[in-house]
């Protein structure tokens, strides 16, 4: 007799066990350390530090080692951990202007105090595959000089000294946590930030690079990019001061756009914002692009294009639920489909009565499948 | 680095208090989507997070667990579900429903009739029952705050002058308590007469869209119809092939690969339970009741 055949726990284990296998792959090749991956796959940690909105390298390498290189099953990994810890409060807002810079780059001005420092970068290489790389590679230590004491002042400080640019006032109260509060329209700034941060960096490449195409275009300059390394600090009530927690490397965006003004206001220049974990600059330069074109309306500006809609941005950024409600369509769904398959049958029944009345009617049949 | 040592039921207690929080208000205003500040868990949005941090927030050590998906205890995510909670949180599980005390679900309400000491809780992929005659939230948010359900009436009318019926088969959508109107999760509509009126406490939780919302016991929930196009639950034409319950709701299933098939009930206790009893297939064109006295 035929039985219904569901799930089943041992295939289950069976397929998980498979699955420790084929992770490991082929045994006589060594296996990776969580200090490879952090060393030699280090935007990769990057990235998952950031979209998992967790700061810990060898977390973050763990999370990708286990994922097999799957960066949103990583980033994944890392929130589900992330739930189990204690939130103890907000640091301080950290203070980019004092960050020991790696690199900083600006292409609105040549030169500028503390001057253009590259620093690591894929930027001017030529993306030509280096076969040497493909064996173990004698890599000489790279030219270092000792750090300059000059202040890498922000290039949009240099412009608000003149007015050029808006004024970004420091926003009194506690600051969102849209992790421990559930976002609601219209979010504020602070929220909106945080959620492009913890955003998809392909969904935000995408919708950054669709108002550099025309929906929702607004001008932008790369004002400065930044990538270092910044003291974190906590207000710790019991001493009455701000105590040292450690550093986090932080890749900052300030984009220069176009003209803001009125009759009562001289024309400035508008800002978009973008920050995230590590060396992320792809995904600091799409946020800041979305951020200031999620400030159309508080602007003036005509609205309506993809980026501009800060609901549809909002409510899809997040690649750990995407992938979530998009990879649930392989759960099984037998009892709703057993329902559609009911009512399917009977309209085909009453289609069929019908076309032997000749009464034949054309409306597709539509409804949304969950 | 330490292995993580992780709080009863995975959950902190803090995250704990103010689940538990939206879910008080979520029953002291029956049907109203409660936001909550949802966390990301180790298993993936849409596979159950919802009802799974409410379930970690209303456990307690005493209680008593079983785990459903499409009816079955045995199906794949209610097998990982089961086997999260034993882990996290030590408690006894069941597939008996009369066993239990709390019941997460995904699509059913269980056959045998709920008690005032157990709790059924839903896990919902779309908590808005609007969502797909209005995409925006902030929309929906205001229609249900001014009751303004009209073009959930008209979405049904065309239904019936498209088609001659309301082509909605399950997430039929229903009014708590006069008031708020409701998605019960994609339950078949077989299942919306159980939501009415039931002793056990009912709480729906839909994880990545942040929504908690409640039907308290012994609430009316009605069926969104018209009067000449009353609510019809549907119900394959046959009875089950294993105990021979002719009330129950179906799962098909293809036998070979020449098209043959057989009804058997989609949910496994109680089919099981039946056949315990001594119910067993029915006889063709012969009623399946067993001799009892």
Redesign the interface.
């Known amino acids: 007799m035929?039985v219904?055949v569901?799930?089943?726990?041992r295939?289950?284990e069976n397929a998980h066990a498979l699955l420790a296998d084929v992770r490991r792959g082929d045994r006589a090749v060594p296996e990776l350390s969580l200090a490879q991956i952090d060393n030699q796959l280090a935007l990769g940690v990057d990235r998952v530090m950031c979209e998992g909105s967790l700061y810990d390298r060898?977390?973050a390498a763990?999370a990708i080692k286990q994922a097999r290189g799957d960066m949103i099953e990583a980033i994944?990994?890392l929130?589900?951990?992330?739930?189990?810890?204690?939130?103890f409060g907000a640091s301080e807002p950290v203070e980019t202007a004092d960050m020991n810079i790696r690199r900083r780059i600006s292409a609105t001005f040549k030169d500028l105090p503390g001057g253009q420092v590259l620093g690591p970068t894929f930027d001017y290489t030529h993306r030509l595959l280096d076969h040497a790389l493909a064996q173990a590679s004698e890599v000489p230590p790279a030219a270092t000089a000792s750090a300059s004491e000059a202040t890498f002042r922000s290039v949009t400080d240099l412009l608000a000294d003149s007015s050029l640019i808006e004024a970004e006032d420091a926003q009194d109260g506690e600051v969102g946590d849209?992790?421990?509060?559930?976002?609601?329209?219209p979010a504020g700034r602070d929220l909106r930030l945080q959620n492009l941060a913890r955003g998809d960096e392909g969904f935000l490449l995408a919708l950054g690079y669709s108002t550099q195409r025309g929906f929702g275009r607004n001008h932008p300059f790369a004002g400065e990019i930044r990538y270092g390394e910044v003291e974190v600090e906590f207000f710790a009530e019991d001493v009455g001061f701000a105590v040292p927690l450690g550093m986090v490397s932080l890749t900052e965006c300030q984009m220069v756009n176009q003209f803001a003004g009125s009759g009562t206001q001289a024309p400035h220049f508008t800002r978009g914002y973008g920050l995230a974990f590590g060396q992320s600059e792809r995904k600091t330069m799409a946020m800041a692009l979305v951020d200031r074109a999620l400030r159309a309306r508080e602007l003036g500006e005509e609205t309506g294009a993809p980026a501009q809609d800060e609901?549809f941005v909002l409510?899809h950024s997040d690649n750990?639920?995407a992938?979530?409600?998009?990879?649930?369509l392989k759960?099984?769904?037998?009892?709703?489909f057993?329902?559609?398959?009911?009512?399917l049958r009977?309209?085909r029944a009453?289609f069929a009565e019908r076309a032997a009345d000749n009464q034949i009617?054309d409306?597709p049949?539509q409804?949304?499948a969950? | 680095?330490s292995a993580?040592v992780?709080?009863f039921a995975?959950?902190?207690e803090?995250?704990k208090r103010m689940i538990r929080r939206a879910i008080l208000k979520a029953i002291a205003i029956p049907g109203y989507q409660v936001?909550?500040?949802?966390?990301?868990?180790?298993m993936?949005?849409?596979?159950g997070?919802g009802g799974v941090q409410v379930t970690a927030s209303i456990l307690g050590p005493e209680d008593v667990l079983k785990v459903i998906?499409?009816?079955?205890d045995?199906?794949?995510?209610?097998?990982?579900i089961r086997k999260f909670f034993t882990k996290t949180a030590g408690v006894r599980t069941t597939t008996s429903t009369l066993e239990a005390t709390v019941i997460q679900t995904?699509?059913?309400i269980p056959e045998t009739p709920l008690s005032e000491t157990q709790v059924l809780v839903y896990q919902v992929?779309?908590p808005e029952p609007l969502r797909?005659l209005e995409p925006?939230?902030?929309e929906t948010r205001r229609m249900h705050a001014l009751s303004e359900y009209g073009l959930m009436h008209v979405k049904l009318y065309e239904d019936i002058a498209?088609?001659?019926?309301i082509?909605?088969?399950?997430?039929y959508p229903v009014k708590v308590d006069e008031r708020y109107v409701m998605d019960p999760s994609?339950?078949?509509?077989?299942d919306n007469p159980k939501l009415s009126d039931c002793p056990a406490l009912q709480l729906f939780g839909a994880g990545?869209e942040?929504r908690i919302y409640a039907i308290p016991p012994y609430t009316r929930v009605v069926s969104l119809d018209f009067e000449d196009h009353p609510f019809q639950p549907?119900?394959?034409d046959a009875q089950c092939e294993l105990c021979g319950a002719a009330d129950s709701?179906?799962?098909?299933?293809i036998?070979d690969d020449r098209g043959s098939r057989?009804f058997?009930c989609?949910d496994?206790d109680y089919c099981e339970t039946r056949r315990a009893m001594g119910y067993a297939a029915p006889a063709r064109n012969s009623d399946a009741e067993p001799a009892r006295d």
Not at chain 2, 44 to 47: L, R
Not at chain 2, 69 to 72: E, H, L, N, P, R
């Open positions: 035929y219904a569901k799930g089943g726990e295939a289950i060898e977390l763990l994944f990994l929130r589900a951990y992330r739930t189990t810890l204690p939130r849209l992790t421990r509060e559930p976002l609601s329209f609901e409510s750990v639920q992938t979530g409600f998009v990879e649930h759960l099984p769904h037998y009892v709703d057993q329902a559609e398959l009911g009512l009977q309209l009453e009617s409306t049949l409804d949304a969950e | 680095m993580p992780y709080n995975y959950l902190d803090q995250t936001p909550f500040a949802s966390r990301e868990m180790p993936p949005y849409g596979w997070t998906d499409q009816g079955s045995d199906t794949t995510n209610a097998v990982s995904r699509h059913r992929p779309i797909f925006r939230e902030t498209r088609h001659g019926h082509a909605t088969t399950y997430a994609p339950i078949p509509k077989f990545r942040k549907y119900r394959h709701y179906l799962d098909e299933v036998t057989m058997v989609s496994t």
